[in-house]
């Protein structure tokens, strides 16, 4: 299936989490933190909070509880803040 990462439309194998999707391209960074530390998913199941990025244009979604659906656009930080 196709989502986007920034914009970028890429394929991805169905069942996938936002997660492993941004992992496999490229990297795991989903936002940096006040300080502009690189943030990324940490626990894989929620608890921590460490992957929230923007999906569909909603902040503060969870990537490693989330599953790439068709069409779903995804923006992750690139550069530190």
Do not use: D, F
Request: proline content about 4%.
């Amino acid at each position: 299936m196709t989502i986007y990462l920034n914009q970028q439309a890429v394929r991805v194998e169905a069942g996938i989490s936002v997660a492993a999707a941004l992992a496999i391209h490229g990297s795991t960074v989903t936002r940096y933190s006040v300080t502009g530390t690189a943030r990324a998913p940490l626990c894989g199941m929620g608890v921590c909070q460490e992957c929230r990025t923007t999906i569909n244009g909603l902040p503060h979604q969870l990537a490693c509880q989330t599953p790439c659906v068709e069409g779903m656009r995804i923006e992750r930080c690139e550069v530190a803040r």
